[in-house]
Each structure stands twice: as C-alpha cells, then as structure tokens.
C-alpha cells in the first residue's frame, strides 16, 4: 500500500505545480482586462457570446441567437468599438448604441 502511495504522490504534485503555472498566467490578462476601460460594443458578438442585452426572447449574457447581433452588446477595450468588424452593422463596424442591422444582401 505504501508503494501505491509513493508512486502516485509525484504524479500529484506534477498536476499541482502544472494547474498552478498555468492559473498564473491567466491571471495578468484577467487582471488587465479588468483594470482596463471597458466600452459596450454593439453587433460585435457572436452567437450565444454576448455579454448582456440580447433583446426580446432573451434573458442577458450568452442568449444572442445570431452573429453580430445588432441588440445584443460586449464589453470591448475602450475605443476599440468603432473600429471591430461588425457584418450587421450600417457602418461594417461595432456600434456604442443597439442599431437596426443593414439588409441583407440578395443572393
């Protein structure tokens, strides 16, 4: 029984440090995102990837039901909105305010 315990226990403290490496290095982008302004970005997020405001049908974070939603928003690095690709938007990019998404093309 000692043998089984010997030999599980370097295996153990292996997953340990591993878990441990890897918990330190997430968090300094956690920490940064957090500390860092943040703006809500309309018609950015993807499908079920939205931070809040999902429109009617929905509930808040994570019920968008389309790419690009033009009511559903994420929260984005402060000025980088207006400049992220949005495919519904009238613009091309993120809007700052829910907007009525373009038509879509005929194909």
Same mark, same amino acid.
């Given at each position: ?45 993807? %499908?079920? /990837?939205?931070?809040? *405001?999902?429109?009617?049908?929905? +509930?808040?974070?994570? &019920? #968008?039901? =389309?790419?690009?939603?033009?009511? %559903?928003? /994420?929260?984005?690095? *402060?000025?980088?909105?207006?400049? +992220?690709?949005?495919? &519904? #938007?009238? =613009?091309?990019?993120?809007?700052? %305010?829910?907007?009525?998404?373009? *038509?879509?093309?005929?194909?």
């Amino acid at each position: 029984m000692t043998t089984r315990i010997q030999s599980a226990l370097p295996a153990f403290a292996l997953a340990a440090a591993l878990g441990s490496a890897l918990a330190m290095g997430a968090s300094p982008v956690q920490a940064q995102e957090k500390g860092a302004a943040q703006e809500k970005c309309y018609g950015v997020s993807l %499908a079920g /990837k939205n931070d809040c *405001a999902a429109g009617p049908g929905t +509930t808040c974070a994570g &019920t #968008s039901k =389309t790419d690009h939603q033009a009511n %559903a928003w /994420k929260h984005v690095p *402060a000025g980088t909105c207006t400049k +992220t690709e949005s495919k &519904t #938007s009238p =613009t091309g990019y993120g809007q700052l %305010a829910a907007f009525k998404p373009k *038509a879509a093309k005929a194909g």
